[in-house]
């Protein structure tokens, strides 16, 4: 059994691509070119060159000592925040900014929660001399000012989604439809592992260079390739599906996957899909999605823009289903204090996302010769608001 | 034959008309079709109301939001069409998104249209190939027509592919847009009219996106069998309620 995706475009049950006819043209030309465009030569030349001279790659692999003393196992931190724009988010623009010159596309769209996504986007649209625009909720408007700044600076004009929770989910909403309006020079550079097929794929193999550097870096230090567990956040969970991309269907590596509980998983104001969740289509895929009982999507809830999403994406949901992974819910506060912990013993302050995927140490116990890779999938620096007014700083 | 159908054979332009169910007040649903049904229209399409209507512009999701905050659901748009039948033998077309169908169960669904005397749906993001491996049978087993949408982009191999899964109309988008966000037609748009009606398909097209008066009504049904107003009427019922629908049905289509 393998847990990538099939020709159709379903991993297990999830996936697809559940879409209106006005979306039909611009997803088949993408689903019928994307493989090829990404095995042509000068595609991997210019991916791998943006990589490593422009986003900085390979990240570091670090040993956290201090943490892993505090813990009683061997933790590595996979140093995503060292990226360019401080966050995972970049290596899929760049490869996407590079598909969409490969489809001779002229105008960018995307959608962002936390900002992460919006900023990266807008950087390679500035690199690439693309005109970039993005859809964020009017809620993470305010709550994410710095990005927003830094959107407008790149060049970017940011529209602000007020329908419905006015965060990710209405976002996206928007930028499909700015699609549908656009369907013939616009490229939706979507930035998670959710959405039609090929999305989730397309955006799971540009961030696969997450494990595929640790499997490199891991092989030096530990002399295996394969760690015990990978450890990684997931809202949509594009960090999370390229920390796991190379172990998928390597039974020796265990994969855990931290979900948002918000104030509690059952208190009403929670993201942690794979517990509330229920088979749906969100976005065009079909996957885990928090609905009620009469297929109305939920709002979800999250102290971090980034994972407040109510679905996640089919891979996930399939990892989920099957058992292959094991999913955790943290609260707010257990992700706030783990993101603090983590800057007093390492000196690293933490996107509140992947504060999320941190704070499993306490509750989850691992061995003490169990190798624990952690992907620190962004910086806190956009977050610094919400940790001064948590913790009175 | 279904009574979709059996409208189509009818020698004239068809009109159709598109409202939200539980919209603007939850208990409008009947009221609304009867009024419809007395002055004219020729087909109904009661919207199902979602979350996130994504193919939709913002009057339709408007009135969607509204309808799910007035309490409306699915089992409640079933209590109030059962006895539907009683009063009007109009065409009547459910139109909706697929995860509020999947939810309540796709045969359950199915069945429930049919006791209710429902002749079709339009699932905007059912795709037709999903349709047709999954479903077909099913919507066939319940007496249930599956409209599809074409667009100006969509390819001729397609559009013969969706005419022969096709029995009862095609849902012509008039033009590249959500609904609701177009004024008037344009020369582009009046040549893809004509390159369709020159397919030759089995099934007529019926133009949606972008008419809301007298005169785009007009425009749309000269290559086409008949038109659907969605937005511009979802607007008249914001303003006025469900008190002067005659009117604004005259005011698109006088009476001959």
Not at chain 1, 261 to 275: I, L, M, Y
Request: charged share 25%; with cysteine; aromatic share 8%.
């Amino acid at each position: 059994m393998s847990y990538q995706v099939d020709e159709k475009g379903y991993y297990g049950d999830f996936g697809g691509a559940y879409i209106p006819e006005m979306l039909y043209p611009n997803v088949e030309e993408l689903r019928s070119k994307y493989l090829q465009v990404m095995q042509d030569e000068k595609f991997q030349e210019d991916f791998k060159n943006l990589l490593k001279d422009y986003v900085g790659r390979p990240t570091p692999l670090y040993f956290a000592s201090r943490l892993s003393e505090k813990y009683q196992t061997k933790i590595y931190l996979k140093r995503e925040d060292l990226c360019h724009t401080g966050a995972h988010k970049v290596n899929n623009t760049i490869g996407q900014i590079l598909m969409a010159q490969h489809l001779g596309k002229k105008r960018i769209i995307a959608e962002t929660g936390a900002g992460q996504h919006g900023v990266a986007t807008a950087t390679v649209c500035a690199l690439m001399g693309m005109e970039c625009i993005v859809y964020m909720g009017e809620i993470d408007i305010e709550r994410q000012a710095p990005n927003v700044a830094r959107m407008k600076m790149l060049g970017a004009t940011v529209i602000p989604a007020k329908s419905g929770s006015k965060t990710l989910k209405d976002a996206t909403n928007e930028a499909i439809r700015d699609w549908i309006n656009n369907p013939v020079d616009t490229h939706y550079i979507i930035g998670s592992v959710v959405g039609p097929h090929p999305y989730p794929d397309m955006v799971a193999r540009f961030q696969s260079v997450i494990s595929e550097e640790i499997q490199k870096q891991l092989k030096e230090k530990e002399g295996t390739t394969d760690p015990d567990f990978v450890v990684a956040c997931v809202g949509g969970g594009s960090n999370a599906a390229g920390a796991y991309y190379h172990y998928l269907d390597n039974p020796k590596v265990g994969i855990i996957a931290v979900e948002a509980a918000g104030k509690g998983v059952h208190s009403g104001e929670s993201a942690a899909t794979s517990a509330l969740g229920k088979p749906g289509i969100i976005h065009g895929s079909k996957t885990l999605l928090m609905q009620t009982t009469d297929g109305q999507i939920t709002e979800p809830y999250s102290i971090s823009a980034g994972l407040d999403y109510p679905g996640v994406g089919p891979m996930h949901a399939n990892l989920y289903q099957t058992g292959r992974g094991e999913f955790i819910s943290i609260t707010d506060e257990d992700a706030m204090k783990a993101g603090l912990e983590l800057a007093k013993l390492e000196g690293i302050i933490p996107a509140i996302e992947t504060s999320h995927a941190l704070a499993i140490f306490e509750g989850r116990k691992f061995r003490k010769d169990d190798v624990v890779v952690v992907n620190l999938s962004g910086r806190g620096d956009k977050d610094l608001n919400t940790y001064i007014d948590f913790f009175n700083l | 034959m279904n009574r979709i159908q059996q409208k189509l054979q009818e020698d004239k332009k068809l009109l159709s008309i598109y409202f939200t169910a539980g919209f603007p007040e939850m208990n409008d649903t009947q009221k609304i079709i009867t009024e419809l049904a007395k002055n004219g229209v020729d087909f109904i399409e009661i919207g199902l109301p979602f979350s996130d209507p994504l193919a939709d512009g913002p009057t339709i999701q408007q009135s969607s939001t509204q309808a799910l905050r007035n309490g409306m659901t699915t089992e409640k748009l079933f209590e109030q069409l059962q006895d539907i039948r009683k009063s009007t033998d109009i065409p009547l077309i459910i139109m909706g998104y697929f995860n509020p169908m999947l939810q309540y169960g796709v045969e359950k669904f199915c069945k429930k249209c049919q006791e209710c005397g429902i002749d079709g749906l339009i699932i905007p993001d059912l795709p037709v190939d999903v349709f047709h491996e999954a479903y077909q049978s099913l919507f066939e087993k319940y007496g249930l027509l599956n409209i599809f949408l074409i667009t100006p982009q969509t390819s001729e191999d397609r559009i013969r592919y969706i005419d022969s899964v096709s029995n009862g109309f095609i849902y012509m988008v008039s033009s590249a847009s959500v609904t609701g966000s177009t004024s008037g037609f344009g020369e582009d748009t009046r040549a893809y009219f004509r390159r369709i009606d020159g397919m030759n398909l089995k099934n007529p097209q019926i133009v949606g996106f972008g008419i809301k008066d007298e005169e785009t009504f007009k425009q749309a049904t000269e290559f086409a069998k008949g038109a659907i107003i969605g937005s511009a009427f979802i607007k008249h019922l914001e303003e006025h309620g469900t008190e002067k629908i005659a009117h604004f049905i005259h005011h698109v289509k006088p009476l001959t």
